[in-house]
Structure formats: structure tokens, C-alpha cells
Nanobody, 114 residues
Framework: QVQFVESGGGLVQPGGSLRLSCAASGYIFSAYVAGWYRQAPGKQRELVATVGRSGSTTYVDPVKGRFTISRDNAKNTVYLQMNNLKPEDTAVYYC????????WGQGTQVTVSS
């Protein structure tokens, strides 16, 4: 059974940083592109960043230069380092493959507020 367990969220002031982790299990993690997604209140879930099997990365424009996605295939884990956080980054953050192939985990809440 495929499972994603996201962690590392919390309440942070604007300009602060957080590092999210996602532990994946139940499939061959290294064979898939991994992605971080987020869903803000009242909005649809959206893609934030992807990391390829060999480490190549892509980002949506609003997070470029602030977020860094990475993966550790030995640990079946994908990370999202988020710097210079803004209130508009407030959302529940999820990981999955890209494109999505499995059910979603519970996500981790990120709240950026002073």
C-alpha cells in the first residue's frame, strides 16, 4: 500500500524558513519523478516543484529562488526547503509523484503570519 507521510510544517513569520519532509513507501520511489503540491483555503491543489529521478528540478514561478526541492532515494524521502516565506505560501503541503499516481497523504500545514 502506497503511503506518503508529510512533516515539518508549522507557523512561521513572513521571511522565515521551514523544511518539509515526505517519507514515501509502498512503491519504487527512485523510479518516479517526485513533486510537492499545496492547497490554500478555498483554492484547488496546485503543483509547487518537482525533482526528477536523477535530481533535475522544476519550480512554479511564485516560489522560484525561494524554495528548493531535493530527494534522497536511499531514504525514500523528498524534501522542500522553503526560505523567505510569504503569507501567500500559507497552505497544506502534500507530496506525490508527478504526475500524480497515488492517493494523497494527510499533508502538513504551513501558516505564514505575523
Amino acid at each position: 500500500q502506497v503511503q506518503f507521510v508529510e512533516s515539518g510544517g508549522g507557523l512561521v513569520q513572513p521571511g522565515g524558513s521551514l523544511r518539509l519532509s515526505c517519507a514515501a513507501s509502498g512503491y519504487i520511489f527512485s523510479a518516479y519523478v517526485a513533486g510537492w503540491y499545496r492547497q490554500a483555503p478555498g483554492k484547488q491543489r496546485e503543483l509547487v516543484a518537482t525533482v526528477g529521478r536523477s535530481g533535475s528540478t522544476t519550480y512554479v514561478d511564485p516560489v522560484k529562488g525561494r524554495f528548493t526541492i531535493s530527494r534522497d532515494n536511499a531514504k525514500n524521502t523528498v524534501y522542500l526547503q522553503m526560505n523567505n516565506l510569504k503569507p501567500e505560501d500559507t497552505a497544506v503541503y502534500y507530496c506525490n509523484t508527478f504526475p500524480t499516481a497515488f492517493s494523497w497523504g494527510q499533508g502538513t500545514q504551513v501558516t505564514v503570519s505575523s
